[in-house]
Each structure stands twice: as structure tokens, then as C-alpha cells.
T-cell receptor, first 113, second 115 residues
Framework: AQSVTQPDIHITVSEGASLELRCNYS??????LFWYVQSPGQGLQLLLK??????LVQGIKGFEAEFKRSQSSFNLRKPSVHWSDAAEYFC???????????FGGGTRLMVKP | DAGVIQSPRHEVTEMGQEVTLRCKPI?????LFWYRQTMMRGLELLIY????????DSGMPEDRFSAKMPNASFSTLKIQPSEPRDSAVYFC?????????????FGSGTRLTVV
């Protein structure tokens, strides 16, 4: 069965600092990987996805993520965090695009001024 | 496209009452998912449909919960009778199995409070 672990429940960074959110997955085949962001009171919005090809994927809002098969990881990064990035971030893994995704527990990001 | 549309956005009801949550998926999407989100348990998959047919309802907490998808453009999640522990945010999401898809597209959720 597939699973996702987000080791950090909370992260606090200063505005302008770089950010890396960790995601480790367990899946027997080549996974489909996703990052979602949830702002307070809102639904989950897709930030980026990896299906195949280039292991560094670019997403919306200046985010990127790198798929590392050897480490079973798909970490999310941003070079300079803005106060509006404060939200909860979810990593997810799936067998293929339309099928059931398994979500991690989420990482709550707080941004200090 | 208006995205996945859920109604109502907020629902406050008394214990024992029936509650119906509604979802309109993105046109052309053949998968529909119902999730529940709470602080304690995070995101939980309740049930999902493919081409209007329920595929996996193992996440439905108990018989008080039921879900239907009478056609490709509408789904309901019903709780009868409702209990305070059902208070949560309920999300509907849809996706497509054709092409590379977009992952899920989520609705804005229904915040349910049972008093």
C-alpha cells in the first residue's frame, strides 16, 4: 500500500528566507506525486505535480519540488518565502492521475515578519 | 470552468437531524471523492466514485453516512442522524483518468457543525 510521511508538523521561517518542506513516500512502482496548499478556510489547491521526465518540477507561486527516487522523497522548495505563503501544505502520492491519492499529514508553515 | 462546487459552505444543525452535503464535479471528470478533515484526524477519504459507481466506501465511518452519485454532474453525502462528532469540514474533489490529468481539484468545502 502507498503511504506518505511529512516529518515536520510545523515549520516557522522568516519572510525572505528559503523554505524546504519534506515529503517521503512509499510506493512499489513509479509514483505520481503532488503538492497541495491549503489556506485557512479554503480547499486544497494544487501547487505542482510529478508524473515522469525531469525530476525537478516547477509549480505555481514560485514553488518547485524535486523527485529523488533513491531517497523516496519529493521535497518542496521556495527560494524566498512571502508572508502570504503561510498555510498548510500536503504531499500526496497516487498510482495514476485519476485514481485515489494518499495524502500526508500536512505541514503547517508560519512566516515571521 | 467554475471548478468543483460544494454547497452549502456552512451548515449548523442539531444533533439527530439529517444533513445533506452537495457536490458538482468538474465537467468531464470521471472520478469523484469525498473527504473529511478534522484537526485530530487530518484528511480522511470517505468514499470515491468512478463513472458514478461507488468504488470504495471503506472510509465511511458508519451506517449513518451514505453517499450517492445519480449522474456525472452531482453527488450527495448524507448523514442521518447527525452527531456532534461529525463536526468537520467535508471536501469533495474530482479528477480525470484520461491524459495526464491534474491530480484532484478540490471544492471549497462544507464546514459542518453539529450542536
Amino acid at each position: 500500500a502507498q503511504s506518505v510521511t511529512q516529518p515536520d508538523i510545523h515549520i516557522t521561517v522568516s519572510e525572505g528566507a528559503s523554505l524546504e518542506l519534506r515529503c517521503n513516500y512509499s510506493y512499489g512502482a513509479t509514483p505520481y506525486l503532488f503538492w497541495y496548499v491549503q489556506s485557512p478556510g479554503q480547499g486544497l489547491q494544487l501547487l505542482l505535480k510529478y508524473f515522469s521526465g525531469d525530476t525537478l518540477v516547477q509549480g505555481i507561486k514560485g514553488f518547485e519540488a524535486e523527485f529523488k527516487r533513491s531517497q523516496s522523497s519529493f521535497n518542496l522548495r521556495k527560494p524566498s518565502v512571502h508572508w502570504s505563503d503561510a498555510a498548510e501544505y500536503f504531499c500526496a502520492v497516487g498510482a495514476y492521475a485519476g485514481n485515489m491519492l494518499t495524502f500526508g499529514g500536512g505541514t503547517r508553515l508560519m512566516v515571521k515578519p | 470552468d467554475a471548478g468543483v462546487i460544494q454547497s452549502p459552505r456552512h451548515e449548523v444543525t442539531e444533533m439527530g437531524q439529517e444533513v445533506t452535503l452537495r457536490c458538482k464535479p468538474i465537467s468531464g471528470h470521471d472520478y469523484l471523492f469525498w473527504y473529511r478533515q478534522t484537526m485530530m484526524r487530518g484528511l480522511e477519504l470517505l468514499i470515491y466514485f468512478n463513472n458514478n459507481v461507488p468504488i470504495d466506501d471503506s472510509g465511511m465511518p458508519e451506517d449513518r453516512f451514505s453517499a450517492k452519485m445519480p449522474n456525472a454532474s452531482f453527488s450527495t453525502l448524507k448523514i442521518q442522524p447527525s452527531e456532534p462528532r461529525d463536526s468537520a469540514v467535508y471536501f469533495c474533489a474530482s479528477s480525470s483518468s484520461t491524459g495526464q490529468g491534474y491530480g484532484y481539484t478540490f471544492g471549497s468545502g462544507t464546514r459542518l457543525t453539529v450542536v
